[in-house]
Each structure stands twice: as C-alpha cells, then as structure tokens.
C-alpha cells in the first residue's frame, strides 16, 4: 500500500508538470487521450460495493466498455481537476485497494507509462516497486504478462529479474513490464533471439 501511495503522488506531481495541450494528446491506450488514462486510474475509487456491481452490469461485464463508463464524466474535467483528484486519492479505495493496495500500483505504474512514452517523457521507477509490479503482472488477469511470455524468458538488464524458460528477450525492467501488458510500443526497447516470439503473443 506504501508503494501504491507513492505511485500516485508521483503520477499526480507528473500530471501537475504537463501543459494544457498535452492532457489532449493519445497514449498507448487505444483511443484514450491523456485525460481519460487519469480518468480511468482514479474511476474506481469513489464506487462501493453496489455501486462497482452496477457499473459491470451496465457494462454488460465487458472490461472495455466498463472502463469507458467510468472514465466519461471525470475525463471532460479540467486538468486541474482532475490532477486534484488524483491527489485526493493518493491511498488507494475500493477495488483500486485490492490485494494490499498492489491492484493501485500496478494498475497505476502501467497507466503513467502509457501516458510518458507518447509524450517522450521517461522516468527512473524505483527497482523495489517495480520488481514488486513484474511479480504481480505475470498473473494478474487482465494483464496476464506470463501468458504473453509463455516460451520465452525475460530478463530485465536494470535489476535482478527474470521470468521463464526459452529463447531470451532482454530490456529494462519497465520495457518488459509494459510488453507483458501487451504495449508493442515496448518492443522497440527490447532485444534478444525470444522477441519475435514475444511480438507474437502482444
């Protein structure tokens, strides 16, 4: 839960830094504009029990159209409110909370990365976190890293990581992160006789 925190607080002094055109710009989430990643990594805060349960049935318990649902009405606000919000939610509530607050983190740190790398915007992720994020997203279900890597290991070549059997990819740790979530934006940062075979699975 401390790490969660500490994503968000940076994801919300990151987001404060951005200029007004760029909350406009596309990220690596087909179809989402800045704005709506942010609306997405907080839309699930505020709703209780009932309130998550109506949302999937409204979503006909489709992930896409749920997560639009909840990113429509919080991403037509303004980036100020919006970076606001963010920072009223540093401690992750709701089903942002799950698993000791480890749903927060890594659904926060894959969702800074898609807004970053659009804009050219990198940052060094503290290796304690991010090893923290690989682990979870091998089998995290709507990620499912080890099912994209499945016949390939990888390697990270910034920290002491890796993950299966096979022809290696090797990369930074957040490259391989972000390619286990299926981004094939991260394979131009990856290297290695697997990653044909990785490209594959994304």
């Not at 896409?64 to 992750?92: F, K, Y």
């Not at 000791?100 to 050219?120: E, F, N, S, T």
């Amino acid at each position: 839960m401390e790490m969660a925190c500490d994503e968000r607080r940076e994801f919300a002094d990151f987001l404060a830094s951005l200029e007004l055109e760029q909350w406009d710009e596309g990220s690596l989430c087909s179809q989402w504009r800045v704005r709506d990643v942010v609306a997405h990594v907080v839309g699930y805060d505020e709703l209780t029990t009932a309130g998550l349960a109506a949302r999937f049935v409204r979503g006909g318990f489709l992930v896409n159209r749920i997560n639009e649902i909840g990113t429509g009405d919080l991403a037509a606000r303004s980036p100020q409110d919006l970076v606001q919000i963010v920072r009223d939610h540093i401690h992750p509530r709701g089903l942002t909370a799950g698993f000791g607050g480890m749903i927060a983190l890594v659904d926060g740190m894959v969702h800074q990365q898609d807004i970053r790398r659009p804009l050219d915007m990198p940052r060094a992720i503290p290796s304690e976190r991010l090893e923290a994020v690989l682990n979870f997203a091998l089998y995290v279900p709507l990620i499912r890293g080890a099912w994209r890597a499945r016949g390939v290991r990888l390697a990270a070549t910034d920290l002491e990581w890796s993950h299966g059997k096979g022809p290696e990819v090797h990369g930074s740790g957040e490259a391989l992160l972000m390619a286990m979530a299926g981004r094939s934006d991260a394979l131009r940062q990856l290297d290695g006789p697997g990653k044909e075979r990785l490209a594959q699975h994304i």
